[in-house]
């Protein structure tokens, strides 16, 4: 399994931004999406998580600003990113978790800088 991540990059403070994750190969055994991220100096940590069911969990830092949602057909996964602040500005990381893989998949990450 790929996990193949765009849509990061340079947004001013207030601004929005939209993070895709498409992953291809053997995606039948993926049961849930999500995003990490991290901050320079900073451990990885959660933003976002969407279930195959539809549940979504969110980070305290994000909650009301990020929406995380997927398509669990087509093993995609998105970010709205509104209202962005400059603590904001890490590495995204698409995570998903499958059966038989305790690790999951990870993608190779996107810088989403936050500056005016």
């Known amino acids: 399994v790929q996990l193949v991540e765009s849509g990061g990059g340079l947004v001013q403070p207030g601004g929005s931004l939209k993070l895709s994750c498409a992953a291809s190969g053997s995606t039948f055994s993926i049961y849930a999406m999500g995003w990490y991220r991290q901050a320079p100096g900073e451990q990885r940590d959660v933003v976002a998580v969407v279930s195959s069911g539809g549940s979504t969990n969110y980070g305290d830092s994000v909650k009301g600003r990020f929406t995380i949602s997927g398509d669990n057909v087509k093993k995609t996964v998105y970010l709205q990113m509104n209202s962005l602040k400059p603590e904001d500005t890490a590495v995204y990381y698409c995570?998903?978790?499958?059966?038989?893989?305790?690790?999951?998949?990870w993608g190779q990450g996107t810088q989403v800088p936050v500056s005016s």
């Open positions: 995570h998903m978790s499958a059966w038989g893989r305790p690790n999951g998949y």
